[in-house]
């Protein structure tokens, strides 16, 4: 079995976090040579690398992460190919059901939307937060057909807002009907339409995310 990492690297000196949010670090507190045991503190926002987005992150009272099912983030996933999207382009709901392969959409599925903007993880430039986002329509058709978990190898399906006002239609429609999101996927590695997926995040009680280390598999 061919396992794929789907997940970038918690390393302090490469990754893409917002301005004004906490930076990861890990810091050593106790050494091999000093103490006889190796210790760090770690320490991130809950919305650190990839990571994946509960209803709680914009739901009064939506699920938090330790509430998601077990089953919701281990399953049959479909790639869809939407590498040939520019900078701040959308993807529509019509883009989708053209796209090859978009006959697989159907209940349970995990909806992994492969833009190719990984490669712009922890450069410089600012242009990682310029990467092609879904239509706040495309929610509400996928939770129709019974997809209620999506995955995107970028900051976000809604376009990366920096600044205030703080807009996010697409979190909010998916989010409030029950649906979840993994964010800052790695998917270049990942061969064909349909795979399998785990993206099961650290249990932390009551949070609104949590980090993931994503793996696919055939």
């Known amino acids: 079995m061919n396992i794929v990492d789907?997940?970038?690297?918690?390393?302090?000196?490469?990754?893409?976090?917002?301005?004004?949010?906490?930076?990861?670090?890990?810091?050593?507190?106790?050494?091999?040579?000093k103490d006889g045991f190796s210790m760090h503190?770690?320490?991130?926002?809950?919305?650190?690398g990839t990571h994946v987005d509960a209803p709680?992150?914009?739901?009064?009272?939506?699920?938090?992460?330790?509430?998601?099912?077990?089953t919701a983030l281990v399953g049959p996933?479909?790639?869809?190919?939407?590498?040939h999207?520019?900078?701040?382009?959308?993807?529509?709901?019509?883009d989708i059901v053209q796209s090859p392969h978009a006959e697989k959409i159907e209940a349970g599925i995990i909806l992994l939307f492969q833009t190719g903007w990984s490669k712009h993880w922890?450069?410089?430039?600012?242009i990682y937060w310029d990467h092609p986002y879904l239509s706040a329509d495309v929610a509400e058709q996928l939770?129709?057909?019974?997809?209620?978990?999506?995955?995107?190898?970028?900051?976000?399906?809604?376009?990366?807002?920096?600044?205030p006002p703080w807009v996010f239609p697409f979190h909010h429609s998916f989010l409030s009907r029950g649906g979840f999101i993994v964010e800052n996927l790695t998917l270049r590695e990942v061969q064909g339409p349909k795979v399998m997926v785990n993206?099961?995040?650290?249990?932390?009680v009551g949070c609104d995310g949590a980090p993931v280390r994503g793996i696919a598999w055939k």
């Open 6 to 33: 789907l997940s970038h690297p918690l390393d302090p000196e490469r990754m893409s976090i917002p301005p004004g949010l906490p930076q990861f670090t890990s810091c050593p507190i106790a050494t091999v040579p």
């Open 41 to 48: 503190t770690v320490s991130f926002g809950s919305h650190t």
């Open 56 to 70: 709680s992150h914009f739901i009064a009272d939506g699920k938090t992460i330790d509430q998601i099912p077990l």
């Open 77 to 83: 996933a479909l790639v869809l190919d939407f590498t």
């Open 85 to 94: 999207k520019g900078p701040k382009e959308v993807i529509t709901w019509v």
């Open 122 to 126: 922890a450069t410089t430039g600012g």
């Open 143 to 163: 939770i129709a057909r019974g997809v209620c978990v999506i995955g995107v190898d970028c900051a976000s399906p809604d376009k990366s807002v920096l600044a």
């Open 199 to 204: 993206l099961l995040p650290i249990n932390l």
